[in-house]
T-cell receptor, first 112, second 113 residues
Framework: GDSVTQMEGPVTLSEEAFLTINCTYTATGYPSLFWYVQYPGEGLQLLLKATKADDKGSNKGFEATYRKETTSFHLEKGSVQVSDSAVYFCALVSNTGNQFYFGTGTSLTVIP | DGGITQSPKYLFRKEGQNVTLSCEQNLNHDAMYWYRQDPGQGLRLIYYSQIVNDFQKGDIAEGYSVSREKKESFPLTVTSAQKNPTAFYLC????????????FGPGTRLTVL
């Protein structure tokens, strides 16, 4: 079945460091891919998405490219800030749109 | 403002009691979802509904029940049959189109004493 695997945390970085959080997926057909962010005690917010191969999603300095050949959707940011500290979830939705599949989340802490 | 509301934010119940968590949306979405979140386990789907008066079990439906009498509302009941109900519960809604995101509520933290 469809699934998402993302790198385990926690990840701790200094401010202005480069961030990569790896995400790979297994799916039939052509899923859409998403990154969500969750701040403590809150629900998930959409960070970015890509709906077809080679699409690049971007938002707030974060980027991720839909790579069908490597079944990956890695999240990157060139210079993290303390305010980026949160849990990040990779997710896919199947062809039919019926169900989302989430990774286990990666906790990021950025220290000044 | 459009969005999803969940109430209450925190809920405490004694073991053996049923409890109902509220979820309301004014986004005119057909599909609604309930997830359970435990530390280190990501989100697990409990139930989802794509249309009024219809719903399907997700991966961990045992010990839970839902209803969908109105498009805007999708309450979740945690029954006494749920072995380990203490968790953070998230409601979401969406269009169920493959290119579209789900929108999440702020969550309810349930603690069973």
């Amino acid at each position: 079945g469809d699934s998402v695997t993302q790198m385990e945390g926690p990840v701790t970085l200094s401010e202005e460091a480069f961030l990569t959080i790896n995400c790979t997926y297994t799916a039939t057909g052509y899923p859409s891919l998403f990154w969500y962010v969750q701040y403590p005690g809150e629900g998930l917010q959409l960070l970015l998405k890509a709906t077809k191969a080679d699409d690049k999603g971007s938002n707030k300095g974060f980027e991720a490219t839909y790579r069908k050949e490597t079944t990956s959707f890695h999240l990157e940011k060139g210079s993290v800030q303390v305010s980026d500290s949160a849990v990040y979830f990779c997710a896919l939705v199947s062809n039919t749109g019926n169900q989302f599949y989430f990774g286990t989340g990666t906790s990021l802490t950025v220290i000044p | 403002d459009g969005g999803i509301t969940q109430s209450p934010k925190y809920l405490f119940r004694k073991e053996g009691q049923n409890v109902t968590l509220s979820c309301e949306q004014n986004l005119n979405h057909d599909a609604m979802y309930w997830y359970r979140q435990d530390p280190g386990q990501g989100l697990r789907l409990i139930y989802y509904s794509q249309i009024v008066n219809d719903f399907q079990k997700g991966d961990i439906a045992e010990g839970y029940s839902v209803s969908r009498e109105k498009k805007e509302s999708f309450p979740l009941t945690v029954t006494s049959a749920q072995k380990n109900p203490t968790a953070f519960y998230l409601c979401a809604s969406g269009t169920a189109l493959r290119t579209d995101t789900q929108y999440f509520g702020p969550g309810t933290r349930l603690t069973v004493l």
